[in-house]
């Protein structure tokens, strides 16, 4: 043997001794193999014979997606590189990766308060606080204080609420008015409705109580009055009914079909006591805010009617700013009903004798005759200070400087004493001789046999005995 193979061979001997292999090194796993380990489940993971079950796959996936995930998913390419780095232990000398910082949003997420959800409770307390200011202000004519509890971000509304601040001062001044919020409820798009009942004094002596449903909204923390935009209010919708087409806003969805409702039995009544039809349907709109309102100020009535849209009625949604008072512990539904049939009588008056032929005492009398609301508490308070109206001055209210509540009141009387006496027909006689000749006097005349003088002292007798009789309501 030569010594070429006794190296060899002493070579193979020492090989043995010391363990060593000749194996050559593994392969470096490709990206394929890499996926392929991580998604396999375990032998526990798997279910009866042998198939991999759903639920397993699951569970064996979320320690890893909660890894490697901690974010919403990178590109595809990001993941496996990715999962590549986190398959192959990094080597004993290698740095140990550190965990990334937390971005900034993160950290910000972590410190930024948490918004406390508005509870009915809590609702009630700011909005108590908002109406206690906003009567503060119009007692102390505070008008920045005002200002600052209606909301900034609607021009519209601001405006109207300026004009109210003015009408309050002109025929509030010299009240002193206290609310309480009874009760709140959460509106459409973050809005909440009020509850608020009001006492009004004059000299500490009460001069009457209220219910009225206002609009908030929270604005920086504090909640304001408010109104809902036109954006917000949602486009027009109709619902046909009997002889009726009522027109409104999403807003008013709920309560849409009750007024429909309303808006029929009005038709029904006004057709049975005066014996007036329509001979089209009749368009009625729902109006729950003043931009929706054109040409209609603060402090304006419930609903209106203008021979300029013949067919049509306009109303004050129930729950609006617009609607204004009704008695306390009442449904606003039962004001809705009477403004409905008052307006519907125009309506339909105007077809037989034009209203602007006549003096507002007539037709103003005529629709509250037939909506049933006469107003005792106003005759009493005229007759014990002797100040009842003259029939030439209740020609045209808005001459009138203040109590329109008493002109209606009036007015009723007047119409319900001469259909009392004359009959239905007497009205209609007296209605078309004031067209024909536009005078105070000679209407009178012709259509009920007596002088305006002499029919008004047997009027103003017939009152007076009427509620003297009559225990003050």
């Known amino acids: ?125 700011g909005i108590q606080q908002t109406v206690d200011r906003y009567y503060d202000a119009l007692d102390t004519r505070d008008v920045r204080l005002f200002r600052s509890t209606v909301v900034p971000d609607n021009p519209y509304w601001q405006a109207v609420q300026e004009e109210q601040y003015a009408l309050w001062l002109v025929n509030y001044a010299e009240g002193d008015a206290s609310a309480r919020v009874r009760d709140v409820r959460p509106l459409r798009r973050g809005y909440y409705s009020g509850k608020i009942d009001l006492t009004l004094q004059f000299d500490n002596e009460e001069y009457g109580r209220a219910t009225q449903d206002w609009v908030f909204r929270r604005v920086a923390g504090r ?13 027009l919708r109709s619902m046909r009914g009997e002889g009726i087409t009522l027109e409104y806003y999403p807003w008013d969805a709920a309560q849409a079909e009750r007024v429909l409702r309303i808006s029929e039995s009005a038709y029904r009544t006004v057709s049975g006591r005066v014996a007036l039809r329509a001979k089209q349907r009749i368009r009625v709109r729902l109006l729950p805010a003043y931009e929706v309102s054109p040409g209609l ?36 539904y039962d004001e809705l009903a009477k403004t409905a049939t008052h307006e519907m009588t125009h309506l339909l008056a105007d077809r037989r004798v034009p209203l602007g032929d006549l003096p507002d005492w007539m037709t103003e ?63 209609w006689r007296l209605a078309r001789a004031h067209r024909r000749y536009g005078s105070v006097d000679r ?8 002088g305006r003088p002499e029919f008004e002292r047997e009027w103003l007798r017939f009152v007076r005995d009427k509620y003297d009789s009559d225990p003050e309501p």
């Not at 995930?69 to 990766?97: C, G, H, K, Q, S």
């Open 1 to 125: 043997m030569n010594v070429l193979a006794r190296a060899l061979l002493w070579l193979l001997v020492l090989l043995t001794l010391s363990g060593c292999s000749m194996r050559a090194p593994a392969p470096t796993p490709t990206v394929r193999e890499v996926d392929r380990a991580i998604w396999k489940p375990s032998a526990t993971q798997r279910g009866p014979l042998g198939k991999t079950s759903r639920a397993a796959t699951s569970v064996a996936r979320e320690p890893y997606e909660a890894t490697v995930f901690p974010e919403p998913p990178p590109a595809t390419a990001t993941v496996r590189a990715t999962r590549l780095a986190t398959a192959i232990p990094a080597p004993r000398d290698a740095p140990t990766p550190t965990k990334a910082a937390p971005s900034a949003s993160k950290v910000r997420s972590r410190t930024a308060p948490v918004r406390k959800p508005v509870t009915l409770a809590s609702a009630r307390r």
């Open 223 to 235: 909640w304001k009055l408010a109104e809902p935009t036109r954006r917000e209010l949602g486009a």
């Open 297 to 332: 100020a603060a402090g304006e009535s419930v609903g209106y009617y203008r021979s300029a849209s013949p067919n049509s009625l306009f109303l004050r949604s129930p729950g609006s700013f617009g609607f204004g008072t009704y008695r306390p512990y009442s449904s606003p």
């Open 365 to 427: 009398g005529l629709a509250e005759w037939v909506s049933g609301n006469p107003r005792p508490y106003e005759i009493h308070r005229a007759l014990q200070k002797d100040g009842l109206y003259r029939l030439r001055q209740l020609a045209a209210f808005e001459r009138l400087s203040s109590g329109a509540g008493l002109a209606y009141a009036q007015s009723y009387e007047v119409v319900s004493y001469i259909i009392q006496t004359h009959g239905l027909d007497g009205y």
């Open 443 to 450: 209407p009178f005349r012709e259509a009920l046999g007596t």
